[in-house]
C-alpha cells in the first residue's frame, strides 16, 4: 500500500500518475483520480484502458480510448541481467532459458533475462484488465525478435475471450535505451 510505502516510493507512485494525467487530457479525458482497486491495479476512467510503469529514473504511462484498443501494458527495468540464477529460473521456463542463452550469443548488449522479465510484465498489465486473474511467469513463452524490435508471447494457459474469439498470445514491441529496457503490448479488437 501506498500509505505505508517509503518518501522514494510515494514519489514514482506521485509522478507516474502525473504522467497518466498528461496522458489522459491528451485524449480529451477531464482530470479524475486515478486509484489503485484492491489488488494495486489502476482504474482507469469508464472508456479509458491504460497501464503505468516506473524504475528507477523512468516514469512513464500510456492509455488509449477503449474503443481503439481494448488492452494495454508497459513496463520498464534496467538493462541489468538478473541477479540470480534462482530468481532466472522463478521468472522463465526452460525454452525461455534457451532462448536467453541462443540470443545471448547472438547479442551479448542485451540483458535478454531482464527483457524476458519486463515483456511478462506488460502482459500480465494487458492480461489482468482482461481477466481479472493473476497471470504467473511459468503460464506464458516470451519469444524475442532481436532485430526488428518485437515479442511474441504465447499463453500456456486459456486465454480471455475477445469478441467471441479466444486469445492465445499477444505480440509487442521492445525497445532498449539510456540503460532501461522498455516493452509494449496493445491488444485491439476485431472492430478496430
Avoid: N
Avoid at 105 to 121: C, Y
Avoid at 128 to 134: A, E
Avoid at 167 to 185: D, P
Wanted: hydrophobic share 45%.
Amino acid at each position: 500500500m501506498i500509505a505505508t510505502a517509503g518518501i522514494a516510493r510515494r514519489r514514482e507512485f506521485a509522478t507516474v500518475r502525473a504522467c497518466a494525467r498528461t496522458a489522459l487530457a491528451r485524449l480529451g479525458v477531464p482530470p479524475a483520480p486515478i486509484l489503485p482497486d484492491p489488488e494495486g491495479a489502476p482504474r482507469w476512467p469508464a472508456g479509458v484502458v491504460g497501464s503505468m510503469t516506473h524504475c528507477a529514473g523512468y516514469r512513464a504511462a500510456a492509455v488509449a480510448l477503449t474503443c481503439d484498443v481494448v488492452a494495454v501494458g508497459i513496463d520498464a527495468e534496467p538493462d541489468a541481467p538478473i541477479p540470480t540464477r534462482g530468481a532466472r529460473a522463478l521468472v522463465t521456463v526452460d525454452e525461455e532459458r534457451a532462448h536467453i542463452a541462443e540470443l545471448s550469443g547472438r547479442r551479448p548488449d542485451v540483458s535478454w533475462d531482464r527483457l524476458i522479465f519486463s515483456a511478462k510484465e506488460s502482459v500480465y498489465k494487458a492480461w489482468y484488465p482482461l481477466t481479472g486473474r493473476w497471470l504467473e511467469f511459468d503460464q506464458v513463452m516470451i519469444t524475442v525478435s532481436p532485430d526488428d524490435g518485437t515479442f511474441s508471447a504465447r499463453l500456456l494457459v486459456p486465454g480471455p475471450r475477445i469478441d467471441a474469439r479466444r486469445i492465445r498470445g499477444f505480440a509487442g514491441r521492445w525497445a532498449r535505451s539510456q540503460g532501461l529496457l522498455l516493452t509494449a503490448v496493445a491488444v485491439t479488437s476485431e472492430r478496430t
